[in-house]
């Protein structure tokens, strides 16, 4: 059992979660408070560097979870992250697992993966501010292990949902018990990785070496929801990139 603070915990990602590692000590927050959940505001230095006095590892899930204004997503994002990091370095928090997203390497094609899929750590690509703040993220999180000696987990995530919901989950779907097993596996894993946060669907073109490289073994596969979603048409933009139809909308339109 690990004290581990969560960020975010309010969100989708976050709900999922903390009913699937209330095995750790949890500290849950959030930009607003909630029942079990503190209020939190990750851009407050002083109220981030309080919530991780006495943690073994932070879970950075808070943010802004789509495109938004580039001052928005810088600010939040990516100051917010900034703030973590930095926090966790003074108090002497070992593990930080910080949630990236798959629109940091939004603009990658089916193309570009080799046999075993697009390699974990492809470098940045960002599809949209929203995936420009996530790659910086990343950059961050690989200044803090370098500087500073902090392991540090990014989780390029897919998209986590309950259950798929259109054709383009096949490929993309993280599922909420995949999604408690890879961060499990996060925070007792060593340096810096990138990972691509998808499940074990049988149409997945996103490689699994990085997350087999930290113990990441996920069980889940969107195939069983294949009759419910329908087939994707492969040549739309939806299913040719790894970012789907983000690359498409204006910079900045939330």
Not at 75 to 99: D, S
Not at 106 to 113: H, I, M, S, T, W
Not at 226 to 247: C, F, I, N
Request: net charge negative; charged share 20%.
């Amino acid at each position: 059992m690990a004290v581990v603070l969560v960020t975010g915990a309010s969100g989708s990602i976050g709900q999922m979660l903390r009913h699937r590692l209330g095995h750790h000590e949890l500290r849950l927050t959030d930009v607003r408070a909630a029942a079990g959940v503190e209020a939190l505001d990750v851009t407050d230095a002083t109220a981030v560097d309080r919530a991780c006095q006495g943690v073994d590892a932070v879970v950075h899930l808070g943010g802004l979870a789509g495109e938004a204004p580039f001052e928005d997503v810088l600010a939040v994002n990516v100051r917010g992250t900034e703030r973590v990091l930095q926090a966790a370095h003074r108090n002497g928090v070992p593990r930080v697992v910080l949630a990236s997203s798959n629109h940091a390497a939004g603009l990658y094609e089916r193309r570009d993966a080799g046999p075993e899929g697009l390699p974990d750590d492809v470098p940045p690509r960002p599809d949209s501010y929203y995936g420009w703040s996530k790659a910086t993220m990343e950059a961050l999180g690989r200044l803090y292990h370098d500087r500073y000696g902090i392991h540090v987990v990014c989780l390029r995530i897919g998209s986590c949902t309950e259950r798929p919901v259109d054709p383009r989950d096949l490929s993309v779907w993280l599922s909420p018990d995949d999604a408690a097993r890879l961060v499990e596996a996060s925070i007792t894993a060593d340096g810096w990785h990138l990972v691509w946060g998808v499940s074990a669907n049988t149409r997945r073109w996103w490689s699994a070496a990085g997350g087999r490289a930290i113990g990441y073994l996920p069980r889940d596969d969107a195939e069983a929801w294949a009759a419910t979603v329908g087939e994707p048409d492969l040549t739309a933009s939806e299913h040719r990139l790894v970012g789907g139809t983000m690359a498409a909308r204006p910079l900045g339109a939330a």
